[in-house]
Protein backbone atom coordinates (compact mmCIF):
# COMPACT_ATOMS: atom_id res chain seq x y z
CA UNK A 1 0.00 0.00 0.00
CA UNK A 2 1.25 3.87 -0.64
CA UNK A 3 0.64 6.06 2.01
CA UNK A 4 1.20 9.81 1.08
CA UNK A 5 1.24 12.68 3.62
CA UNK A 6 0.04 16.15 3.43
CA UNK A 7 3.52 17.33 2.36
CA UNK A 8 3.98 14.90 -0.97
CA UNK A 9 6.12 11.80 0.69
CA UNK A 10 4.66 8.68 -0.33
CA UNK A 11 5.57 5.42 1.08
CA UNK A 12 5.72 2.00 0.26
CA UNK A 13 3.97 0.01 3.34
CA UNK A 14 4.58 -4.00 3.17
CA UNK A 15 3.68 -6.85 5.75
CA UNK A 16 5.33 -6.48 9.15
CA UNK A 17 6.01 -2.48 8.58
CA UNK A 18 5.06 -0.04 11.37
CA UNK A 19 4.20 3.71 10.44
CA UNK A 20 3.72 6.74 12.92
CA UNK A 21 0.87 9.04 12.30
CA UNK A 22 0.83 12.11 14.44
CA UNK A 23 -2.31 13.41 15.60
CA UNK A 24 -4.20 15.39 13.56
CA UNK A 25 -2.41 14.21 10.42
CA UNK A 26 -3.69 13.49 7.10
CA UNK A 27 -2.52 11.33 4.79
CA UNK A 28 -3.59 9.50 1.45
CA UNK A 29 -4.19 6.09 1.29
CA UNK A 30 -3.67 3.26 -1.61
CA UNK A 31 -4.62 -0.16 -1.29
CA UNK A 32 -4.05 -2.92 -4.37
CA UNK A 33 -5.26 -5.41 -2.23
CA UNK A 34 -6.92 -6.44 1.23
CA UNK A 35 -4.80 -5.01 4.14
CA UNK A 36 -5.17 -5.74 7.77
CA UNK A 37 -4.20 -2.93 10.07
CA UNK A 38 -4.14 -2.10 13.47
CA UNK A 39 -3.88 1.50 15.42
CA UNK A 40 -2.74 2.49 19.04
CA UNK A 41 -3.73 6.08 19.79
CA UNK A 42 -1.41 7.45 23.20
CA UNK A 43 -2.60 10.55 25.06
CA UNK A 44 0.41 11.91 26.88
CA UNK A 45 0.03 11.53 31.04
CA UNK A 46 1.25 13.66 33.43
CA UNK A 47 4.56 14.27 34.54
CA UNK A 48 3.07 12.35 38.29
CA UNK A 49 1.60 9.35 36.31
CA UNK A 50 4.68 8.87 33.84
CA UNK A 51 6.98 8.68 37.37
CA UNK A 52 5.07 6.48 39.15
CA UNK A 53 4.69 3.98 35.86
CA UNK A 54 8.91 4.01 35.43
CA UNK A 55 9.00 3.26 38.84
CA UNK A 56 6.75 0.25 38.67
CA UNK A 57 8.32 -1.16 35.70
CA UNK A 58 11.72 -0.58 37.57
CA UNK A 59 10.42 -2.76 40.14
CA UNK A 60 8.47 -5.06 38.25
CA UNK A 61 12.20 -5.87 36.10
CA UNK A 62 13.77 -6.38 39.10
CA UNK A 63 15.81 -3.43 39.07
CA UNK A 64 14.77 -2.13 42.34
CA UNK A 65 16.50 -4.18 45.16
CA UNK A 66 13.22 -3.33 47.11
CA UNK A 67 11.00 -6.81 46.90
CA UNK A 68 7.58 -6.12 46.00
CA UNK A 69 4.57 -8.95 45.84
CA UNK A 70 3.82 -9.76 42.19
CA UNK A 71 0.39 -9.14 42.68
CA UNK A 72 0.78 -6.06 44.38
CA UNK A 73 2.40 -4.65 41.47
CA UNK A 74 -0.54 -5.58 39.14
CA UNK A 75 -3.30 -4.09 41.42
CA UNK A 76 -0.86 -1.42 40.89
CA UNK A 77 -0.35 -1.14 37.41
CA UNK A 78 -4.20 -1.70 36.73
CA UNK A 79 -5.05 1.19 38.03
CA UNK A 80 -2.98 3.32 35.66
CA UNK A 81 -3.85 4.67 32.38
CA UNK A 82 -1.96 2.87 29.62
Do not use: Y
Not at 4 to 30: H, P, Q, V
Not at 37 to 59: C, D, N, T, Y
Amino acid sequence: MRVTSETGNIRLLKTGDIAFFAGGSRALWEIDNHVRKIAFVRHPHSRQVAALREMLGRMKRGANPLHVASPLLGALAAMLPL
